[in-house]
């Protein structure tokens, strides 16, 4: 089992930055992907950024060139640092993993999800 806890959400204004932390435990050597989401009232759980365990990472349309993912092996924490805030970013943000290659975006695919943290960004 793996175990994942997010947190460093918070309010923000536009144009501002934040970062999330997902910290995984248990049995984090399964792992092959980790991935953030994020879901607005209404909305679709949508897929933000993913990063692959040899370090490939992608990126949703809509964050390129503003949102980083990155993995700090030593801490088992996954990051997502995410620039130029707009109030369409506010939403909940998950952290998900998975064990295997799958569509690295698509929440179906991940096993493991964390709490959520919450991201508002106000104009």
């Known amino acids: 089992q793996v175990r994942l806890v997010e947190s460093w959400g918070g309010s923000v204004q536009a144009g501002g930055s934040l970062r999330l932390a997902c910290e995984a435990s248990g049995y984090t050597d399964k792992i092959y992907r980790m991935a953030w989401f994020r879901q607005a009232p209404g909305k679709e759980r949508e897929g933000v950024a993913a990063r692959i365990r040899l370090g490939t990472t992608t990126y949703a349309d809509s964050v390129k060139g503003r949102f980083t993912i990155s993995l700090d092996n030593a801490k088992n924490t996954l990051y997502l640092q995410m620039n130029s805030l707009s109030p369409e970013d506010s939403a909940m943000y998950y952290c998900?993993?998975?064990?295997?290659?799958?569509?690295?975006?698509?929440?179906?695919?991940?096993?493991?999800w964390g709490q959520g943290t919450q991201v508002t960004v106000s104009s």
């Open positions: 998900a993993a998975a064990p295997n290659w799958r569509d690295p975006l698509l929440a179906e695919t991940y096993k493991y």
